[in-house]
C-alpha cells in the first residue's frame, strides 16, 4: 500500500526528533494551518491539513517587521514543496501536507549534505536542473542577509547591533563571494568573476560545495530555527550555531560603530580557535583612546589573543588574529593558530604557509629593531606592519607575505591608517586584571625616563580607563 510507504519514511523522519521537538514542529504546523483541537482528533485530520505560502507569509507578517525577508520566506515554500510524497504528483499542489513539513525539518536540520541537496537545490530555483553561478550567488546573498536580518529580530546579536557595527550589506556579498569562491568544477577548477555567475553547476557540484562549506547549513538551520522560531532553544544545538556570534563586550554605549560587519563577525569568529569563539571584548579603539602608539600597546598587552582591524585612508579593512598575548620585545611571539584577514573590498582568511614562524611582532622604545606592531613577513616587508611612528604602516606582500599567504592587504603597499580596533577574544586571563593597570611605561622604564627627561609627566596616568565589569552586554 501507497499509504504504508508514506507513513513509514515519515515516521523515520520523525523519529530523528526527541519528543519536545516534535510537539515543537507539530505546533508550528497547526499554527500556519490554522487548525487546532483535540490530539485525537487532530491525528484523524492530519492527512487533510496543509501549509500555504499565504500562510507562511501571513506568519511572516503578523509581526510588526518580518523575523524574515519575503525571498527567503519563499524559497522555504519551494523547498518544502519539492518534497515528493510517495503517490501524489510531485511538485505539483501548492499546498504542503504535513508530511512534507517534517521531512523537510528534518533533512535540513537533522540530514547530510545528500539529504539537503536536493531542497537546498529547489530553495536556489524552482525548475531544479543545472544551475547558473549567477543563482548560487542570489540564493547565498539572500541567505545571508535572512542570518544577519532574523538574528537581529530576534536579539540574538548577543550585543552587537546593526547600529554598532558597520552596514552590513557590502558584507553580506563579500561572504557570498568568498563562500562561493568554494564552488568547483568536477575537473577541480574554481571558476572566478563573471565566468562564476555565467558557469552551468550540476547538482554533484553544488552537494560537494556545501559539504566542503558548513556555513551554508549552519545558515540554513538558524534562518529555520530563528526565522520560523521553531527547535530554536533545544538542546542539540551545535557550538557552530551557538557562537555564530560570538557575545560582545565594550562597545555598548559608547557612541562608535564598530569596523566590523555582522558578516565579517562571523566569519572570522568561525576561524578562531574553538575555546575563543564565545566572546569578543574591545580592548582599543583610536576613536575611543587616541592615535597613539602608547596608549595601544598600554591597552592590548597581557590580554591573551587578540583580534586587530584597521582601515586606512583608501577605505580598505584588514587584519589579523594574534593567539598569544602581545608582549613589548624584539623577538616574533605567536604560533601556527594566528593569521591575517582582509574584511573589505574582500573577505578571506589566509592561514600559515609553514615557511617561517614569523607571526606577531610587538616592539617599541627600542633603538636597534624596528619600533610597531607587525605580523608576518620579516622586518620591513610584513604581511601587515603599524609603525610606532603611528599613523603609518605597510602591507608588503609581492607577491605573497611568506608567513600567510597573503596578498597585499592595503590599497596601497604603504598605506596611511584611519581607525584601529583590537578585540580580546575568548577569556581575558586572570592575570590582566593586575598586568593591565599597567601602562607601556611600567612595562618599558626606559620610555618612562625618555618622557622624564623631556619634562613631560606620565600623561597617560589620567587616562586608565576602570577595569570594565563582566556585565552582559545583552
Not at 520523525?14 to 485525537?40: H, V, Y
Not at 517587521?65 to 515528493?84: A, C, Q
Not at 569578543?280 to 586587530?308: D, M, T
Request: hydrophobic content about 35%.
Amino acid at each position: 500500500k501507497m499509504g504504508n510507504a508514506e507513513s513509514n519514511a515519515y515516521q523515520n523522519h520523525l523519529s530523528r526528533f526527541l519528543p519536545e521537538e516534535q510537539s515543537d514542529i507539530d505546533g508550528l504546523f497547526d499554527t500556519l494551518s490554522g487548525s487546532s483541537g483535540s490530539a485525537g482528533a487532530k491525528n484523524a485530520k492530519t492527512a487533510k491539513k496543509t501549509v500555504t505560502l499565504a500562510a507562511l507569509q501571513a506568519r511572516q507578517s503578523a509581526h510588526t517587521r518580518e523575523p524574515l525577508p519575503e525571498p527567503m520566506t519563499v524559497r522555504l515554500y519551494n523547498g518544502m514543496k519539492s518534497i515528493d510524497l510517495p503517490g501524489k504528483s510531485a511538485g505539483l499542489s501548492e499546498l504542503i501536507a504535513k508530511e512534507q513539513f517534517v521531512i523537510f525539518m528534518s533533512n535540513l536540520l537533522k540530514g547530510n549534505a545528500d539529504e539537503k541537496i536536493s531542497i537546498i537545490m529547489r530553495m536556489i530555483t524552482k525548475t531544479g536542473g543545472p544551475l547558473k553561478g549567477k543563482q548560487i550567488q542570489e540564493f547565498t546573498e539572500d541567505l545571508i542577509t535572512s542570518v544577519v536580518h532574523v538574528l537581529s529580530y530576534r536579539k540574538e546579536l548577543k550585543g552587537w547591533s546593526l547600529e554598532n557595527t558597520r552596514d552590513s550589506s557590502s558584507g553580506v556579498k563579500a561572504l557570498a563571494s568568498e563562500l562561493l569562491s568554494e564552488l568547483k568544477l568536477p575537473d577541480g577548477t574554481k571558476p572566478v568573476g563573471s565566468q562564476l555567475l555565467e558557469t552551468n553547476f550540476d547538482q554533484s557540484v553544488i552537494e560537494d560545495w556545501v559539504y566542503r562549506v558548513p556555513q551554508i547549513s549552519v545558515f540554513l538551520s538558524v534562518v529555520i530555527r530563528q526565522g520560523l522560531h521553531v527547535l530554536h532553544s533545544l538542546p542539540d544545538q551545535t557550538n557552530d550555531i551557538l557562537n555564530l556570534v560570538p557575545h560582545c563586550k565594550g562597545i555598548k554605549g559608547r557612541g562608535v560603530a564598530s569596523l566590523f560587519d555582522i558578516p565579517a563577525i562571523i566569519y572570522i569568529n568561525s576561524h578562531l580557535p574553538a575555546e575563543l569563539q564565545h566572546k569578543w571584548q574591545l580592548l582599543f579603539s583610536s576613536r575611543l583612546h587616541g592615535e597613539s602608539f602608547s596608549q595601544l600597546c598600554a591597552h592590548i598587552v597581557n590580554k591573551g589573543p587578540c583580534i586587530v582591524i584597521l582601515r586606512d585612508v583608501d577605505g580598505f579593512l584588514f587584519g589579523g588574529f594574534a593567539s598569544h598575548s602581545w608582549e613589548v620585545k624584539p623577538q616574533f611571539q605567536g604560533d601556527n593558530r594566528c593569521f591575517l584577514f582582509s574584511v573589505f573590498p574582500t573577505l578571506a582568511v589566509y592561514t600559515y604557509t609553514g615557511y617561517n614562524d614569523h607571526y606577531m611582532y610587538l616592539n617599541h622604545g627600542q633603538q636597534t629593531m624596528p619600533n610597531g606592531l607587525g605580523m608576518g613577513g620579516q622586518h620591513g616587508y610584513f604581511g601587515l606592519w603599524i609603525d610606532s611612528d603611528y599613523g603609518k604602516g605597510h602591507s608588503k606582500a609581492k607577491p605573497r607575505c611568506t608567513t600567510y599567504n597573503s596578498p597585499q592587504l592595503s590599497a596601497k603597499e604603504d598605506f596611511t591608517l584611519d581607525a584601529m580596533e583590537v578585540w580580546a577574544v575568548g577569556d581575558i586571563p586572570e592575570s590582566a586584571g593586575k598586568k593591565g593597570k599597567k601602562s607601556i611605561l611600567d612595562v618599558d622604564p626606559q620610555a618612562q625616563a625618555l618622557l622624564e627627561m623631556a619634562g613631560k609627566s606620565r600623561q597617560s596616568e589620567g587616562l586608565r580607563e576602570p577595569v570594565e565589569e563582566d556585565e552582559d552586554d545583552d
